[in-house]
Protein backbone atom coordinates (compact mmCIF):
# COMPACT_ATOMS: atom_id res chain seq x y z
CA UNK A 1 0.00 0.00 0.00
CA UNK A 2 1.27 3.27 -1.06
CA UNK A 3 1.84 5.82 2.21
CA UNK A 4 3.09 9.16 2.49
CA UNK A 5 6.73 10.46 3.11
CA UNK A 6 7.44 12.52 5.69
CA UNK A 7 8.43 14.77 3.08
CA UNK A 8 5.22 14.70 1.63
CA UNK A 9 3.81 15.00 5.16
CA UNK A 10 5.11 18.70 4.65
CA UNK A 11 4.26 19.86 1.62
CA UNK A 12 0.79 18.70 2.41
CA UNK A 13 1.09 20.19 6.01
CA UNK A 14 -1.39 23.19 6.06
CA UNK A 15 -3.77 21.25 3.90
CA UNK A 16 -3.97 17.93 6.30
CA UNK A 17 -5.02 20.05 9.60
CA UNK A 18 -8.14 20.31 7.65
CA UNK A 19 -10.58 18.48 10.14
CA UNK A 20 -11.80 16.55 6.75
CA UNK A 21 -8.46 14.91 6.30
CA UNK A 22 -8.88 12.27 8.92
CA UNK A 23 -5.97 9.55 9.14
CA UNK A 24 -8.44 7.47 7.49
CA UNK A 25 -9.30 10.19 4.46
CA UNK A 26 -5.62 10.86 3.87
CA UNK A 27 -4.66 6.95 3.63
CA UNK A 28 -7.67 6.61 1.14
CA UNK A 29 -6.64 10.32 -0.72
CA UNK A 30 -3.12 8.48 -1.72
CA UNK A 31 -4.76 5.73 -3.09
CA UNK A 32 -6.78 7.64 -5.71
CA UNK A 33 -5.79 7.04 -9.59
CA UNK A 34 -6.88 9.72 -11.72
CA UNK A 35 -6.82 9.26 -15.46
CA UNK A 36 -6.49 12.70 -17.05
CA UNK A 37 -7.66 12.70 -20.88
CA UNK A 38 -6.34 16.31 -22.66
CA UNK A 39 -3.88 18.28 -21.34
CA UNK A 40 -5.36 21.70 -22.13
CA UNK A 41 -6.97 24.41 -20.68
CA UNK A 42 -8.59 22.53 -17.93
CA UNK A 43 -6.12 19.36 -17.74
CA UNK A 44 -3.22 21.93 -17.29
CA UNK A 45 -4.69 23.27 -13.83
CA UNK A 46 -6.68 20.44 -12.77
CA UNK A 47 -3.59 18.22 -12.45
CA UNK A 48 -1.51 20.86 -11.06
CA UNK A 49 -4.21 21.03 -8.43
CA UNK A 50 -4.68 17.42 -7.76
CA UNK A 51 -1.03 17.01 -6.90
CA UNK A 52 -0.93 19.83 -5.14
CA UNK A 53 -3.56 18.57 -2.94
CA UNK A 54 -1.84 15.03 -1.76
CA UNK A 55 -2.97 13.37 -5.20
CA UNK A 56 0.25 10.39 -5.68
CA UNK A 57 -1.24 8.35 -8.82
CA UNK A 58 -2.03 10.38 -12.24
CA UNK A 59 -2.14 9.02 -15.93
CA UNK A 60 -1.82 12.21 -18.64
CA UNK A 61 -3.34 11.26 -22.09
CA UNK A 62 -2.08 13.92 -24.69
CA UNK A 63 -0.37 13.28 -28.37
CA UNK A 64 -0.03 16.84 -28.57
CA UNK A 65 2.78 19.08 -28.38
CA UNK A 66 2.93 22.58 -27.28
CA UNK A 67 1.87 25.22 -29.15
CA UNK A 68 1.73 29.55 -28.56
CA UNK A 69 -1.63 29.81 -29.16
CA UNK A 70 -2.21 27.24 -25.99
CA UNK A 71 -0.57 29.23 -23.44
CA UNK A 72 -3.62 31.72 -22.75
CA UNK A 73 -4.83 28.90 -20.52
CA UNK A 74 -2.59 25.87 -20.48
CA UNK A 75 -0.38 26.85 -17.39
CA UNK A 76 1.56 24.02 -17.25
CA UNK A 77 3.65 25.46 -20.27
CA UNK A 78 5.94 28.42 -21.36
CA UNK A 79 7.50 30.16 -24.97
CA UNK A 80 10.48 27.58 -24.14
CA UNK A 81 8.04 24.38 -24.22
CA UNK A 82 6.35 24.91 -27.91
CA UNK A 83 7.13 22.03 -30.06
CA UNK A 84 7.51 19.49 -26.81
CA UNK A 85 5.11 16.84 -25.93
CA UNK A 86 2.31 18.14 -23.55
CA UNK A 87 2.04 15.04 -21.53
CA UNK A 88 6.15 14.90 -21.10
CA UNK A 89 6.57 18.87 -20.25
CA UNK A 90 3.41 18.70 -17.99
CA UNK A 91 4.32 15.75 -16.31
CA UNK A 92 8.52 17.22 -15.34
CA UNK A 93 6.31 20.54 -13.87
CA UNK A 94 3.79 18.08 -11.52
CA UNK A 95 7.08 16.37 -10.40
CA UNK A 96 8.20 19.97 -9.07
CA UNK A 97 5.33 19.80 -6.93
CA UNK A 98 5.70 16.68 -5.21
CA UNK A 99 8.78 14.45 -6.64
CA UNK A 100 7.17 11.81 -5.23
CA UNK A 101 4.02 11.23 -6.71
CA UNK A 102 3.60 8.61 -9.62
CA UNK A 103 2.61 10.02 -13.05
CA UNK A 104 2.15 7.97 -16.12
CA UNK A 105 1.76 9.10 -19.52
CA UNK A 106 0.37 7.92 -22.71
CA UNK A 107 2.22 10.28 -25.35
CA UNK A 108 -1.12 9.79 -27.82
CA UNK A 109 -4.42 10.66 -28.48
CA UNK A 110 -7.08 8.35 -26.50
CA UNK A 111 -8.46 5.17 -28.38
CA UNK A 112 -9.19 2.02 -28.36
CA UNK A 113 -5.59 0.86 -28.38
CA UNK A 114 -4.31 2.48 -25.43
CA UNK A 115 -7.53 3.00 -23.46
CA UNK A 116 -7.30 0.04 -21.35
CA UNK A 117 -4.55 1.96 -19.93
CA UNK A 118 -6.75 3.72 -17.65
CA UNK A 119 -8.98 1.02 -16.54
CA UNK A 120 -7.48 1.11 -13.01
CA UNK A 121 -8.40 4.40 -12.90
CA UNK A 122 -10.58 5.38 -9.88
CA UNK A 123 -11.99 8.19 -11.90
CA UNK A 124 -11.21 8.93 -15.78
CA UNK A 125 -11.51 12.72 -16.78
CA UNK A 126 -12.63 13.89 -19.86
CA UNK A 127 -10.97 16.93 -20.53
CA UNK A 128 -10.34 16.98 -24.55
CA UNK A 129 -12.64 19.18 -25.92
CA UNK A 130 -13.44 16.58 -28.72
CA UNK A 131 -16.94 15.34 -28.91
CA UNK A 132 -16.04 11.90 -30.16
CA UNK A 133 -13.59 11.52 -27.38
CA UNK A 134 -16.04 12.32 -24.54
CA UNK A 135 -18.53 9.74 -26.16
CA UNK A 136 -16.06 6.98 -26.60
CA UNK A 137 -14.65 8.00 -22.51
CA UNK A 138 -18.76 7.84 -21.93
CA UNK A 139 -19.19 4.71 -23.13
CA UNK A 140 -16.28 2.71 -22.11
CA UNK A 141 -16.84 4.36 -18.45
CA UNK A 142 -19.99 3.00 -18.14
CA UNK A 143 -18.92 -0.72 -19.87
CA UNK A 144 -16.42 -0.93 -17.17
CA UNK A 145 -17.86 0.42 -13.90
CA UNK A 146 -15.36 3.36 -13.99
CA UNK A 147 -16.58 6.43 -12.44
CA UNK A 148 -16.62 9.53 -15.11
CA UNK A 149 -15.93 13.38 -15.04
CA UNK A 150 -17.18 15.12 -18.26
CA UNK A 151 -15.57 18.45 -18.02
CA UNK A 152 -15.60 21.50 -21.02
CA UNK A 153 -15.35 25.05 -21.39
CA UNK A 154 -16.94 26.94 -24.46
CA UNK A 155 -16.36 30.92 -24.36
CA UNK A 156 -16.55 32.02 -20.73
CA UNK A 157 -19.30 29.26 -20.18
CA UNK A 158 -18.24 25.52 -18.10
CA UNK A 159 -20.23 22.79 -17.47
CA UNK A 160 -18.82 19.51 -15.39
CA UNK A 161 -20.38 16.13 -13.98
CA UNK A 162 -19.50 13.53 -12.55
CA UNK A 163 -20.86 10.18 -13.40
CA UNK A 164 -20.86 7.75 -10.25
CA UNK A 165 -20.40 4.49 -12.71
CA UNK A 166 -19.08 2.51 -10.00
CA UNK A 167 -22.22 2.38 -7.30
CA UNK A 168 -24.94 4.42 -9.20
CA UNK A 169 -28.15 1.96 -9.33
CA UNK A 170 -30.10 4.05 -11.31
CA UNK A 171 -28.16 4.38 -15.67
CA UNK A 172 -27.13 8.20 -15.84
CA UNK A 173 -24.70 9.26 -17.94
CA UNK A 174 -23.50 11.60 -20.93
CA UNK A 175 -25.68 10.31 -23.50
CA UNK A 176 -28.71 10.67 -21.47
CA UNK A 177 -28.02 14.52 -20.98
CA UNK A 178 -26.43 15.73 -24.33
CA UNK A 179 -28.12 12.53 -26.73
CA UNK A 180 -26.30 13.93 -29.60
CA UNK A 181 -24.73 11.65 -32.85
CA UNK A 182 -21.15 10.90 -32.26
CA UNK A 183 -20.98 13.49 -35.62
CA UNK A 184 -22.44 16.46 -34.60
CA UNK A 185 -20.31 19.88 -35.30
CA UNK A 186 -20.44 21.09 -32.36
CA UNK A 187 -19.03 24.36 -31.50
CA UNK A 188 -15.01 23.80 -30.24
CA UNK A 189 -12.44 26.57 -28.79
CA UNK A 190 -10.55 26.61 -31.51
CA UNK A 191 -13.37 28.16 -33.56
CA UNK A 192 -15.92 29.91 -31.15
CA UNK A 193 -12.94 30.92 -28.55
CA UNK A 194 -12.04 30.30 -25.10
CA UNK A 195 -11.39 32.30 -21.58
CA UNK A 196 -8.42 30.73 -20.18
CA UNK A 197 -9.85 32.19 -16.84
CA UNK A 198 -12.33 29.84 -17.25
CA UNK A 199 -10.75 27.11 -18.43
CA UNK A 200 -9.28 27.71 -14.83
CA UNK A 201 -12.33 27.75 -13.11
CA UNK A 202 -13.29 24.23 -14.95
CA UNK A 203 -10.11 22.66 -13.92
CA UNK A 204 -10.54 23.56 -10.00
CA UNK A 205 -14.13 22.73 -10.06
CA UNK A 206 -13.30 19.88 -11.35
CA UNK A 207 -10.24 19.14 -8.80
CA UNK A 208 -12.58 19.81 -6.25
CA UNK A 209 -15.45 17.73 -7.11
CA UNK A 210 -12.85 14.81 -7.17
CA UNK A 211 -11.69 15.22 -4.13
CA UNK A 212 -15.19 15.82 -2.70
CA UNK A 213 -16.48 12.40 -4.30
CA UNK A 214 -13.39 10.37 -3.36
CA UNK A 215 -13.26 11.86 0.50
CA UNK A 216 -17.01 11.50 0.85
CA UNK A 217 -17.10 15.37 1.54
CA UNK A 218 -20.12 16.51 -0.63
CA UNK A 219 -22.63 15.03 -2.73
CA UNK A 220 -21.29 15.53 -6.21
CA UNK A 221 -23.81 12.32 -7.65
CA UNK A 222 -25.45 13.26 -10.56
CA UNK A 223 -25.04 16.97 -10.27
CA UNK A 224 -24.17 19.13 -12.94
CA UNK A 225 -22.13 22.51 -12.26
CA UNK A 226 -22.20 25.17 -15.05
CA UNK A 227 -20.91 28.49 -14.42
CA UNK A 228 -20.83 31.35 -16.64
CA UNK A 229 -17.38 32.42 -15.77
CA UNK A 230 -18.00 36.28 -16.66
CA UNK A 231 -20.24 36.49 -13.47
CA UNK A 232 -18.96 34.18 -11.41
CA UNK A 233 -21.52 32.76 -10.62
CA UNK A 234 -21.47 28.66 -10.25
CA UNK A 235 -25.07 26.99 -10.56
CA UNK A 236 -25.77 23.40 -9.56
CA UNK A 237 -28.46 21.24 -11.11
CA UNK A 238 -29.68 17.42 -10.20
CA UNK A 239 -30.07 15.53 -13.40
CA UNK A 240 -32.50 12.16 -14.20
CA UNK A 241 -31.73 9.67 -16.68
CA UNK A 242 -33.12 9.75 -19.87
CA UNK A 243 -35.48 7.17 -20.72
CA UNK A 244 -34.93 6.90 -24.31
CA UNK A 245 -31.09 6.94 -23.66
CA UNK A 246 -29.18 4.22 -25.63
CA UNK A 247 -26.65 3.29 -23.28
CA UNK A 248 -29.21 2.19 -21.07
ZN1 LIG B 1 -27.45 7.32 -20.50
Request: net charge neutral; glycine share 6%; aromatic share 6%.
Amino acid sequence: MNKYSEKEYEIFSRLFILKEFSEENIKKLCEINIGIVGIGGIGCPLSQYLVSSGIKKLTLVDGDSVEKNNLNRQILFGVNDIGKKKVNVAKKKLKLINSDCNIDIIDNNIDINNINSLAKCSIIVDAADDWKTSKFLNEYCLKNSINFLYASVIGHDLQIILFDNKNNKEHLCLNCIFPNKNDVDLPRCETVGISGISAGLAGLISAQKIINFSLNLSNERNILTVSDGKKINIENFIVKSKHECDLK
